[in-house]
């Protein structure tokens, strides 16, 4: 990189230490530097990142065909709600995260509960959403998953998601990420 490029840039450096574990003993030090883009640049503008939540579409992956422009911007709309690094449908409730359940998607996409039973019942089968059964004590609650296909949260397609949507997926991820996944799903089930 040219003196001339780092101007528009901001340096970091980064000190690490390499530590063994069993005795504490420091085996080395690094000092690593990294030229990031400045927040703000007058000829590019402000580089605005999310607060940590927020999810990627895909531009060269269209909608299924019979998905109306009504039911993309209820689905838009629930995207909002996409719990990170998971793609359900979820908040913060009583400790812990908990799922949307059909009267509560309803609310969000301004539907009752009837109709919004209908409107999730119709992505399903379009294989937008998927619906899961999920022990929980001795209840089982449904979790609501969205396709990361349209929407996805997180910065990386974990194996359940990758095993929820994987007809959807396959037609998308290189081979080898197949292969990869599926090298992890043997491991689990030897262990």
């Known amino acids: 990189m040219s003196k001339k490029q780092n101007m528009n840039k901001v340096l970091r450096e980064v000190s690490t230490k390499d530590i063994d574990l069993e005795t504490g003993e420091v085996l080395g030090k690094n000092l690593q530097k990294k030229f990031l883009s400045?927040?703000?640049?007058?000829?590019?503008?402000?580089l605005w990142r999310s607060s940590?939540?927020?999810?990627?579409?895909?531009f060269d992956v269209p909608y299924p065909?019979?998905?109306?422009?009504?039911?993309?911007?209820?689905?838009?709309?629930?995207?909002?709600?996409?719990?990170?690094?998971t793609?359900?449908?979820?908040?913060?409730?009583?400790?812990?995260?908990?799922p949307y359940d059909i009267e509560g998607i309803g609310k969000i996409i301004g539907l009752d509960e009837k109709k919004a039973g209908a409107f999730v019942r119709r992505m399903t089968r379009l294989s937008v959403i998927?619906?899961?059964?999920?022990?929980?004590?001795?209840?089982?609650?449904m979790q609501y998953y969205i396709n990361p296909v349209y929407y996805f949260a997180g910065p990386r397609l974990s194996g359940?998601?990758?095993v929820l949507f994987h007809?959807?997926?396959?037609?998308?991820?290189?081979e080898w990420v197949k292969q990869e996944f599926a090298k992890a799903d043997a491991r689990k089930k030897v262990n």
């Open 87 to 98: 793609n359900m449908l979820g908040y913060r409730g009583h400790g812990r995260i908990k």
């Open 38 to 46: 400045k927040r703000f640049d007058e000829g590019k503008g402000y």
């Open 130 to 141: 998927k619906a899961v059964p999920v022990p929980f004590g001795e209840e089982t609650e």
């Open 52 to 58: 940590g939540s927020g999810v990627k579409t895909f």
């Open 167 to 174: 007809r959807e997926l396959d037609e998308l991820l290189p």
């Open 65 to 85: 065909e019979n998905m109306s422009m009504i039911d993309r911007g209820r689905m838009a709309t629930l995207a909002k709600c996409i719990w990170y690094d």
């Open 160 to 162: 359940n998601l990758y």
